[in-house]
T-cell receptor, first 114, second 113 residues
Framework: DAGVIQSPRHEVTEMGQEVTLRCKPI?????LFWYRQTMMRGLELLIY????????DSGMPEDRFSAKMPNASFSTLKIQPSEPRDSAVYFC????????????FGPGTRLTVL | GENVEQHPSTLSVQEGDSAVIKCTYS??????FPWYKQELGKRPQLIID?????GEKKDQRIAVTLNKTAKHFSLHITETQPEDSAVYFC????????????FGGGTRLMVKP
């Protein structure tokens, strides 16, 4: 298995632009997570899907952020409009249902908003 | 919700010495405690985990202990090597909360040769 796949790996954009991050979970995994990592705030959970349904989005910072999971093999995280403070590494992770709890992380997308 | 505190934030040890990282959690319903290692520029990867029905688990040079009464768990690395240098994250997951993890703030471990 190729593991969790994320694209793009690096994104540089200007303030105000729309940014879309993409994730393909490991085949057969039914839980998907989006995280944001910064030096100041560490690793923060943004949103959690189970069987393609958003279960907990309490970590989504504000309305500029949205996430979708149209099917079991694809998810997007969109930021519109982007701001410099959104600059971070965004990780997607997937797992099987409990009790098999291990989360497998993708390589991350490094986002820089100028 | 769950809150996970991790200490220390940085730890420097000499090669061959042991390293201990400690975490506390707030929700007594937590039942799964993984540890992730993140090398510079890489993704977090699971190195060991423990469930609430076990007090200790060991895998070669790494071990994790859990004290449910005190709500704390620790990572122990023995005979440290330079390749152990990384950021280590503890996490906790609450039963019936799916696979959601709450992560600690991370510990940057530096092993000096």
């Amino acid at each position: 298995d190729a593991g969790v796949i994320q694209s793009p790996r690096h994104e540089v954009t200007e303030m105000g632009q729309e940014v879309t991050l993409r994730c393909k979970p490991i085949s057969g995994h039914n839980s998907l997570f989006w995280y944001r990592q910064t030096m100041m705030r560490g690793l923060e959970l943004l949103i959690y899907f189970n069987n393609n349904v958003p279960i907990d989005d309490s970590g989504m910072p504000e309305d500029r952020f949205s996430a979708k999971m149209p099917n079991a093999s694809f998810s997007t995280l969109k930021i519109q409009p982007s701001e410099p403070r959104d600059s971070a590494v965004y990780f997607c992770a997937s797992s099987l249902s409990p009790p098999l709890n291990e989360q497998f992380f993708g390589p991350g997308t490094r986002l820089t908003v100028l | 919700g769950e809150n996970v505190e991790q200490h220390p934030s940085t730890l420097s040890v000499q090669e061959g010495d042991s390293a201990v990282i400690k975490c506390t959690y707030s929700d007594s319903a937590s039942n799964y405690f993984p540890w992730y290692k993140q090398e510079l520029g890489k993704r977090p990867q699971l190195i060991i985990d423990i469930r609430s029905n076990v007090g200790e688990k060991k895998d070669q040079r790494i071990a994790v202990t859990l004290n449910k009464t005190a709500k704390h768990f620790s990572l122990h690395i023995t005979e440290t090597q330079p390749e152990d240098s990384a950021v280590y994250f503890c996490a906790a997951s609450i039963k019936n909360a799916g696979n959601m993890l709450t992560f600690g703030g991370g510990t940057r471990l530096m092993v000096k040769p």
